[in-house]
């Protein structure tokens, strides 16, 4: 168990429809990113919070959003789905407000998009 | 435009030999390299890191060399075991230029297959 929780664990959906993911940093970490892992893809960079404030964008579509509670808990919302949305959704946690030492990976949501 | 690259998408080896995975990267404002192993239905974990000030680092059975001329590192797994059996990232940042706001770049993996 790395402590970083993400739910759900698996969601399956119809195009067109919106869902919302959930992550639970490790206890202390202020910072939290979401990557995307389609097949055969390494793992792209979406979003970085720290302590609530959005920190860096990367290559995140308009139909996609994050925000980060005041507990440090976020959701990635993704609206609008198409089949190719289809993908392992990762979240990462770190103390600092910086990601250039690396952080801890939950096990993912798996999205699959009907 | 792929800034970090792992150019063999699988590697098999025969257990108790050397695994070698190999990364090149592009952009020479990295300055701090990562590996990252993946069990499948698990997160990527931290394996091992290297800054570009060094061009080796050592943990047990894991070596990361770092070639900053050629832009290449490589992981050297000795020996390998069945355990070793994953998915391995090589991912890469700028921690001394300050663009780490934006994380790590990672490369797409090497699935890594020990024989018994």
């Known amino acids: 168990d790395s402590g970083v929780t993400q739910t759900p664990k698996h969601l399956i959906t119809a195009t067109g429809q919106r869902v919302t993911l959930r992550c639970s940093p490790r206890s202390g970490d202020l910072s939290v990113y979401w990557y995307q892992q389609s097949l055969d893809q390494g793992l792209q960079f979406l979003i970085h919070y720290y302590n609530g404030e959005e920190r860096a964008k990367g290559n995140i579509l308009e139909r996609f959003s994050a925000q980060q509670f005041p507990d440090l808990h976020s959701e990635l919302n993704l609206s609008s789905l198409e089949l190719g949305d289809s993908a392992l959704y990762f979240c990462a946690s770190s103390v600092a407000r910086q990601g250039s030492y690396g952080y801890t990976f939950g096990s993912g949501t798996r999205l699959t998009v009907v | 435009d792929q800034q970090v690259k792992q150019n063999s998408p699988s590697l098999s080896v025969q257990e108790g030999r050397i695994s070698i995975l190999n990364c090149d990267y592009t952009n020479s404002m990295f300055d701090y390299f990562l590996w990252y192993k993946k069990y499948p239905a698990e997160g990527p974990t931290f394996l091992i890191s290297?800054?570009?000030?060094?061009d080796k680092n050592e943990d047990g059975r894991f070596t990361v060399f770092l070639n900053k001329s050629a832009k290449h590192l490589s992981l050297h797994i000795v020996p390998s075991q069945p355990g070793d059996s994953a998915v391995y990232f090589c991912a890469a940042s700028e921690v001394y230029s300050g663009g780490g706001a934006d994380g790590l770049t990672f490369g797409k993996g090497t699935h890594l297959i020990i024989q018994p």
């Open positions: 290297i800054s570009s000030i060094k």
